[in-house]
RNA sequence: GCCCUGGUGGUGAAACUGGUAGACACGCUAUCUUGAGGGGGUAGUGCCGUAAGGCGUCGCGGUUCGAAUCCGCGCCAGGGCACCA
């Protein structure tokens, strides 16, 4: 066998061979030992698979290869999140119909994913636009629906006069639309949400108990964005009360005035008269910034006094109401007891519109009576002052004794307040699932009947959004007025789809059973598959996708849908491939293609490539320098393969190289274990310059090279596995395990430092005593020379490790 | 501004619970394969020095017999959040 390595048409050959004898298929309902492992499934754009996808894809696809090789039933299924608004957006660009455009792009991405060796379980693709998943994307919203987990509530959204769209938050920038420039508003419009507030704590606390990224699990402890504080009301002389949140309370001495949203309900009721114009002109002008620029925090304050006053519960001094678009209403009550001395916001509004600044903390050395340059905003450092009978007391215990005081006297409770928000879920666009709910002037509000799903998305010429503000949908007459499902009247459907991230928080339910018809996730495959053991993706999802899908899977488990309720054992974050010191994104006209690299140097070459250049977990420089190093090495390893003798060397191998040998079964297993792909196929390669140095072919040994390799170079591993005369899959050969016992070597080389600093090694028998190693290194003529002539006062012994003398 | 990550040769990177810094690979140098096109083998390759030796993990201090690793204070880069009361 002296022919060359030809990757195209090793890795053609096993393409075909995978697909007609059905490896990667694992048996759904008989497997023995079930691993579900999962890949965050790709938006198909047009341009295809970048690299950075690649390479996200091939370190999922190495861990599954590994725990198939384990002995698992590997089950690793593949799909495509194919709505959205960026799909709609590039459809209108060039001037296609998304439902032409994406099962072109989708045809691509399969040959892509293909090409590059994915053990992807093709009979369980899915596409998020496929009527047959959709249909469950909707039955999910009525399900939320009925148990009163979605509900309809004005809000402000983003609107772009000029493309006369709907934008999210990320698609304004600097207040102005990404697309044309023009500035974008506010529109006030009905939304669905989702009550995912509800779940905040148990969100929160649940995140102890999973195995995720350090990372994606602190974005979500701060997306949660937890904060014990208190709700204190402050009562107006003409009656009633308006209630703030604060994680101050000890500060409430210093509250001068309150600050209302400019959309709180109580401004049109509190308002005087004489300020009700002033007020009116703040509000609207407020309503027509955008929504993103309104939060940036280095803006001048605005605001407007109301005319009217409350009374401050702990001093009981009237203090004025102004009206301010730096408190937000969607965060707390919408309100706020405004302390100048202690908060910069409160300071910088209170300097400017000349409102009274009183320090109630005195932080070191500091007096009460000192005036403040800057809000003291220290929380821990500090004494309370100018604060009543809380005079004196640091402020960790004022904290609590003023909550307690205020408490007793009925304006105040501890309250926990968090900063996530209900997820809105309605998009004013065409390019998603229709939301399954009709509108009937006599039933009201009536949930599409389970029976009439899914509502199809109907194919529309102009797909494009329009002024109204409401979605293009709305303009198909045939589809928007519908006989009512409750008394059979004319009436009108939901014309708003629904987030694709609500398509993405449930695909990996449906990937087992997406040959039921009748069913969205079958429960006996739920029950044997789920949840995924392991998930890997892009920790740009940390918070989103991530917590939809978390809350998602608590609901239906509430709802006694599915056994669990955190739907991702184990999390973890890849790295981002960056080209040129930045992420690869078309904007920025980085983006590398693998098609070609692939075309050259065949898709096991690139992958191992990709899984060398730098810690998985990292990511790293995209530069093609150094692919042949990889290449090289599978050479080397072909020769191997080609070179093995018939004979089992037995007793002729050195010790050192037995060792090395299972010393590679153990780090590779440990280290892909661990998604350290790189130190892992370092490893194989020390392995196989040893075997060559000794001109080492035993079978034994070459068979174990080619097995350990194949997770990362798949194909070739098969073919040669099949020149091996191995049967079967290369896959189902079994990790190689290694003896305990002959991972360590019987000599070891022992550093020996003179006063910290290493001078020269002796090689010791391991486990030596101290004596004995002491006495091997005085032996040693540098070891002499420093030692010689002077006394040992001290020694350090760490034993294999190393030898430290102290001389005089 | 706040919160994460990270900073090690010419380059990508290794380094177990504090214990030989630079594994593995790229590149480079020399040399062999009678010459070539991204071919292969061998040797070398952190810096200074002929050598002995000295200096080296962003900087400055500290803890320790011993620090890339732990602590304090800075600096720089990437990412995320950002008027959240």
Not at 756 to 781: Q, Y
Not at 783 to 806: Q, T
Request: aromatic share 12%.
């Amino acid at each position: 066998m002296t022919d060359s390595y030809d990757p195209t048409a090793v890795e053609a050959k096993w393409r075909a061979r995978w697909a007609e004898r059905g490896t990667n298929q694992p048996d759904l309902d008989r497997a023995a030992k079930p691993f579900y492992n999962l890949m965050m499934f790709p938006y198909p754009s047009a341009e295809g698979l970048h690299v950075g996808n690649l390479f996200a894809f091939s370190g999922s696809d190495v861990f599954g290869r590994f725990k198939r090789l384990k002995g698992y039933d590997v089950f690793e299924p593949i799909g495509f999140d194919a709505f959205g608004i960026h799909s709609e957006n590039y459809a209108i660009k060039i001037g296609t119909h998304p439902g032409e455009l994406i099962p072109r792009n989708i045809t691509n991405f399969r040959r892509q994913l293909e090409r590059v060796g994915g053990m992807f379980d093709w009979r369980h693709e899915l596409s998020t636009t496929d009527p047959k998943y959709y249909k469950w994307t909707q039955w999910l919203f009525l399900q939320l629906y009925q148990a009163g987990k979605a509900y309809k509530k004005k809000a402000a959204v983003n609107w772009c006069p000029f493309d006369k769209t709907v934008l999210a938050n990320e698609q304004v920038i600097n207040g102005a639309c990404e697309r044309c420039g023009t500035m974008v508003e506010q529109r006030l419009l009905e939304q669905w949400f989702f009550r995912i507030t509800e779940y905040a704590e148990r969100l929160l606390n649940n995140l102890d108990r999973l195995d995720w990224s350090d990372t994606t699990a602190t974005a979500q402890r701060n997306w949660l964005g937890r904060s014990e504080g208190a709700e204190l009301s402050f009562e107006m002389p003409a009656g009633g009360g308006i209630k703030v949140f604060t994680t101050r309370p000890d500060t409430i001495f210093g509250a001068t005035f309150m600050v209302l949203a400019p959309e709180h309900p109580l401004v049109r009721q509190i308002v005087t008269a004489e300020h009700r114009l002033d007020v009116d002109r703040y509000v609207r002008d407020v309503k027509s910034k955008d929504l993103v620029s309104r939060k940036v925090g280095d803006r001048e304050k605005s605001g407007v006094f109301t005319g009217a006053y409350a009374r401050n519960p702990a001093n009981g001094e009237s203090i004025p109401i102004w009206v301010a678009d730096y408190v937000l209403m969607e965060y707390g009550t919408g309100a706020i007891m405004a302390v100048p001395g202690h908060d910069q916001r409160d300071f910088e509004f209170a300097t400017r519109f000349s409102l009274p600044i009183v320090r109630v903390i005195a932080g070191d050395g500091a007096e009460a009576g000192t005036p403040l340059a800057e809000a003291y905003t220290d929380n821990v450092h500090g004494r309370l002052v100018n604060s009543g009978q809380f005079d004196g007391q640091p402020v960790a215990q004022g904290k609590p004794a003023i909550i307690r005081w205020l408490e007793s006297r009925k304006s105040g409770k501890g309250v926990v307040q968090y900063r996530l928000h209900d997820w809105c879920i309605s998009r004013q666009r065409y390019w998603g699932p229709p939301i399954p709910i009709i509108y009937c002037d006599a039933c009201g509000t009536v949930p599409v009947p389970e029976k009439d799903l899914p509502v199809i998305l109907p194919p529309i010429e102009d797909f494009r959004p329009d002024d109204s503000g409401i979605s293009p949908l709305a303009r198909h007459e045939e589809w928007y007025y519908v006989p009512c499902p409750q008394c059979g009247k004319r009436a009108r459907r939901e014309t708003d789809v629904s987030d694709t991230f609500l398509d993405s928080a449930w695909y990996y339910l449906r990937y087992p059973s997406t040959e039921f018809d009748d069913r969205p996730f079958d429960p006996s495959r739920t029950r044997k598959w789920l949840p995924v053991t392991t998930y890997i993706g892009g920790n740009e999802h940390a918070v989103l996708h991530l917590l939809y899908s978390r809350f998602l899977a608590m609901v239906l488990h509430d709802l006694g849908h599915i056994h669990f309720e955190e739907p991702f054992t184990k999390f973890r974050a890849h790295g981002l491939i960056v080209k040129d010191g930045a992420k690869m994104s078309k904007s920025k006209g980085n983006v590398v293609v693998p098609d070609e690299y692939i075309a050259q140097w065949g898709a096991d070459t690139f992958r191992m490539y990709l899984m060398f250049l730098g810690p998985f977990q990292e990511g790293g420089d995209f530069r093609d320098a150094g692919i042949n190093g990889p290449r090289r090495f599978l050479d080397k390893v072909w020769q191997l393969v080609s070179e093995v003798s018939t004979e089992p060397a037995g007793g002729e191998l050195t010790k050192t190289l037995v060792s090395k040998w299972h010393r590679t079964r153990m780090k590779m297993h440990d280290d892909i274990e661990s998604l350290h792909y790189n130190t892992a196929i370092a490893a194989l390669m020390d392995l196989v310059n040893q075997m060559r140095e000794n001109g080492c072919r035993e079978p034994e040994m070459v068979r174990d090279v080619v097995v350990m390799l194949s997770p990362f170079a798949p194909h070739f591993g098969e073919e040669c596995w099949e020149r091996l005369g191995g049967k079967g899959s290369v896959f189902d050969a079994g990790w190689p395990l290694w003896d305990p016992g002959l991972v360590v070597e019987d000599q070891v080389e022992i550093p020996v430092q003179i006063n910290g600093k290493t001078r020269s090694k002796v090689m010791v028998p391991r486990d030596s005593e101290e004596p004995a190693v002491v006495e091997a290194a005085k032996r040693d003529p540098t070891v002499k020379r420093f030692v010689d002539g002077h006394e040992i006062r001290k020694v350090i012994y760490v034993p294999n490790r190393l030898l430290n003398l102290l001389v005089g």
